[in-house]
């Protein structure tokens, strides 16, 4: 499958992890199944071997987007939780107010956060196939990407305002 190909089943995998239970993951699946048909290859599944292609695949769609989804929330759940720690002492203590609050910080912050839910929700990827090839694997690959870049740029604009 070249880069070309692979863009709008990366949206449709996007727009898939918002719902599972929806066309999307049936299309997603789909074209999971005939790409591993073009490939002549099977695609290793759990389940039973009365089990047909679709349906296996279909089930096996929808558990990784699940795990990818929650992957992603818990990570960021867990960076933002632990960004307010030092907010909430701070503003506690009376050592910070939110009007001294300034772009640079605020750009570092965003950098911080971008990076570390990058990095956390790499963690624990357990929805692996053998060839890290299905959609939302590769889905997972660039939001790794793009939260990389946005922390990247974010911490130089810090630098730069």
Do not use: C, H
């Not at 640079?104 to 929805?127: C, E, I, K, N, Y």
Request: proline content about 2%; overall charge positive.
């Amino acid at each position: 499958m070249g880069r070309s190909d692979f863009l709008p089943k990366a949206v449709i995998a996007f727009v898939a992890l918002f719902n599972l239970k929806g066309k999307l993951v049936q299309r997603l699946a789909d074209l999971e199944v005939r790409e591993d048909a073009r490939k002549a290859r099977p695609r290793a599944m759990s389940g039973t071997n009365s089990e047909d292609p679709q349906t296996r695949s279909l089930a096996l769609t929808v558990e990784r987007g699940r795990l990818l989804r929650r992957k992603i929330l818990l990570s960021f759940a867990w960076i933002v939780g632990a960004s307010l720690i030092p907010f909430v002492i701070a503003l506690a203590g009376g050592s910070f107010s939110l009007t001294q609050f300034r772009t640079q910080a605020g750009l570092g912050v965003g950098s911080v956060v971008a990076f570390s839910v990058a990095t956390l929700g790499r963690l624990g990827w357990a929805g692996q196939s053998y060839k890290g090839d299905t959609a939302f694997e590769r889905l997972d690959n660039r939001i790794l990407w793009v939260l990389y870049g946005l922390g990247a740029a974010l911490g130089v604009a810090a630098f730069l305002f």
